[in-house]
């Protein structure tokens, strides 16, 4: 009788760690969870609460949930901090020092979110700081800076989500010396840096990609969309982009595909990538996205368009349906089939089928209760996350914690 025990207290415990989101976007960039068993339908007035935590100080940082734990970045006597919390209670863990707060006019502190690697955690500060900390006390093992590689920093200060692969961790300095930089992830040598490309850091964060049976790693820069080989850092191919003001939303791969999309009028395009050259498929301005990112489910993507919120067919930038008045702009998220979406200006989450047939609501809440320590220029802008049966928002300070298993 003990082995059946045994061996359900193992499939409940990879269970876990499969619905785990131990990075950016989850476990795979894409902000597509494959978890399931999630409710369908909200009751009046949204999910019961599971947990409120109040003191994460400021900052647009996002957060990874791994082992039981939550991992974000945030702000405390004066300097920005990494933050562990237990997922399930919301009990604070450890916090470590990652270096000075980033000064901005839209709101101080950090904005990236954290990277799990088994007993390692991987963050980028918004003033540049790439550190290595120990997940079980928050030791700091490592750390190097984004402008000792000959990064500037941008106007809205380091945001990216470094990737870790394999023996690698991957950021964006930018600058002279390369756009794109590989660490050893153990000790923080650098292994190799992008030379052949120069351009400053945006906002968004590095993808893996294989493309034509090549691992490559794709970015998106002010003027340029490339990819790197993953052994050597030089550059596979590039695409012309025309940014403006900013250009945050990650790329979306699917097999020798990326899409991109940027705000401040630019719009999207999608390009093919044969070898050394990136062919345009489509170029529109249907799926104009600031940065509350999009995703891609199946052959179609969803995300917030000047227009409001929108379906697109990946396969030739039609679009399938907008709707304008249901929800203002925000971010997404997704798992089980529905569509989370975060309102930035008045922190209303809604439920929704991630159907192309059209906007179907299941479901909304606001968040409650809101900061007092947002900037008057920010909003609600950390992006939503669903992993093991919870819904993990934030708001500044706040971090809060919904039950959304059936």
């Not at 949204?46 to 994460?56: E, I, Q, S, T, V």
């Not at 990652?98 to 101080?108: A, E, P, R």
């Not at 809205?156 to 300095?173: I, Q």
């Amino acid at each position: 009788m003990k082995l059946p025990a045994i061996i359900l207290a193992v499939c409940i415990s990879s269970l876990a760690i499969a619905n785990d989101w131990p990075q950016f976007r989850g476990p795979n960039r894409d902000d597509v969870s494959t978890e399931t068993g999630l409710l369908k339908q909200w009751p009046e007035g949204g999910p019961k609460r599971a947990w409120l935590f109040d003191n994460a100080g400021q900052g647009y940082s996002g957060y990874s949930i791994a082992g039981g734990k939550l991992f974000t970045l945030g702000t405390r006597d004066g300097k920005e901090i990494l933050l562990a919390l237990d997922a399930n209670t919301g009990k604070e863990l450890w916090v470590a020092s990652i270096g000075d707060i980033l000064g901005n006019g839209w709101g101080d502190g950090p904005r990236g979110t954290p990277t799990v690697d088994g007993d390692r955690i991987y963050a980028l500060s918004g003033t540049g700081n790439l550190v290595c900390v120990q997940a079980a006390d928050g030791k700091v093992l490592w750390t190097k800076s984004m402008t000792d590689l000959g990064g500037k920093r941008p106007g809205w200060g380091f945001t990216e989500s470094p990737l870790v692969d394999g023996k690698l961790v991957l950021a964006t300095p930018g600058g002279d010396k390369g756009t794109m930089a590989a660490f050893d992830k153990m000790t923080g040598d650098v292994k190799w840096q992008s030379a052949d490309i120069t351009e400053g850091a945006q906002y968004s964060s590095i993808v893996p990609a294989t493309l034509g049976g090549k691992k490559e790693y794709v970015q998106l820069v002010m003027q340029t969309l490339f990819g790197v080989d993953a052994e050597t850092g030089k550059l596979a191919w590039r695409s012309q982009w025309g940014g403006k003001t900013a250009v945050i939303p990650t790329p979306i791969v699917k097999g020798d595909e990326v899409f991109i999309s940027s705000g401040y009028g630019v719009g999207c395009k999608k390009v093919a990538v044969k070898g050394s050259e990136a062919t345009d498929v489509f170029m529109n301005k249907d799926l104009e996205n600031h940065h509350g990112g999009v995703l891609r489910i199946g052959d179609f993507l969803y995300g917030h368009s000047k227009g409001g919120w929108t379906c697109m067919n990946f396969a030739d930038g039609s679009v399938k349906w907008v709707e304008k008045g249901a929800l203002e702009k925000g971010a997404v998220t997704s798992a089980d089939g529905m569509l989370y979406c975060l309102g930035e200006k008045t922190g209303t989450v809604v439920l929704a089928e991630a159907s192309p047939n059209g906007w179907s609501e299941k479901g909304r809440f606001k968040l409650d209760p809101q900061t007092t320590i947002r900037n008057p220029k920010g909003a609600i802008w950390t992006h939503p996350v669903v992993a093991n049966g919870k819904l993990y928002l934030r708001d500044q300070n706040y971090i809060y914690c919904y039950d959304v298993k059936k």
